[in-house]
């Protein structure tokens, strides 16, 4: 690792064993002064132990976690672990291609929070059957109401870790970059278009489960702006004038 650590990058796994070494390699053309914090929570498949080996050739770090705990909760204990002043999250299934993080973090100089965006003009996906296309459309439809960002539920973009100092991330699922919009103290934020491709290698752990859990935590963010507006819509407390 450089001694100067610019670019930490949080990378979440259970059972992408096939997908890290080319990940890692993908990741070491593009940055130079970065750390990868691999977050895997005991992949029966060994993801762990082979992020350990690559250690001695990449500068990676592995934080072990026993038993699934899910994605968002994955990304809250590498954030804790980070020790750059900016974090960048992505899936390892190589979903999001590392070429584009060089981008991401050129738009935080103007910017908190960069997305890497499927759903602005220019993004594209390939490789989705109609029903994840589906499922994905109407995920994004369902907090519409919460925020003008085309994909406030992209796995993939950069933060200026301020956004999130002294913030617990509630999240437990997949839904984190949503609640880091809504709940962090990034103002500014640009959505960079890329071409998401789906996995070539393992399978997607988003099932019904996932579905269930999204949905409970989007009510606790509609929640959390209800009582904001209920607050602001209160009438002042008149000032107590002799
Ligand atoms: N540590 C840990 N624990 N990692 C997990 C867990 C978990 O419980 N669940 C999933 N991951 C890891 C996967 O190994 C992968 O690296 C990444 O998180 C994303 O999981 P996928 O299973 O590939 O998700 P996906 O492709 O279906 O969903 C992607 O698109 C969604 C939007 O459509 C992700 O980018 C999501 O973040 C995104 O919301
Ligand atoms: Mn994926």
Redesign the pocket.
């Known amino acids: 690792m450089g001694k100067e650590c610019k670019v930490s990058a949080i990378?979440?796994?259970?059972?992408?064993r096939e997908?890290l070494r080319p990940l890692l390699k993908r990741i070491a053309a593009v940055l130079r002064q970065y750390e990868v914090i691999i977050?895997?929570?005991g992949?029966p498949d060994g993801?762990g132990l082979l992020a350990e080996q690559l250690a001695a050739q990449y500068p990676v770090r592995c934080i072990h976690?026993s038993g699934?705990?899910?994605?968002g909760?994955?990304v809250a204990a590498g954030c804790a672990h980070a020790r750059s002043e900016i974090i960048v999250v992505?899936?390892?299934?190589l979903?999001?291609p590392p070429e584009r993080i060089p981008v991401l973090v050129a738009h935080l100089k103007g910017s908190d929070i960069a997305i890497a965006s499927?759903y602005c003009p220019g993004g594209r996906i390939a490789g989705w059957q109609a029903q994840?296309r589906l499922?994905?459309r109407a995920?994004q439809l369902m907090c519409r109401p919460l925020t003008a960002v085309h994909d406030p539920?992209?796995?993939?973009f950069a933060i200026r870790r301020a956004v999130i100092r002294g913030m617990k991330l509630r999240t437990k699922g997949?839904?984190?970059?949503l609640e880091i919009i809504l709940r962090g103290k990034g103002k500014r934020i640009v959505e960079v278009p890329y071409r998401?491709m789906?996995?070539k290698r393992?399978?997607?752990?988003?099932g019904v489960k996932?579905g269930v859990r999204y949905v409970k935590e989007l009510a606790y963010l509609y929640g959390i702006r209800c009582k904001t507006k209920l607050a602001m819509a209160k009438p002042a407390t008149p000032s107590s004038r002799g």
């Open positions: 990378i979440p796994t259970y059972n992408e997908n977050v895997d929570d992949s993801t976690r699934k705990q899910g994605l909760s994955a992505m899936d390892a299934d979903s999001h499927r994840r499922i994905s995920a539920l992209s796995g993939f997949f839904k984190v970059l998401f789906d996995r393992g399978k997607s752990k988003l996932e």
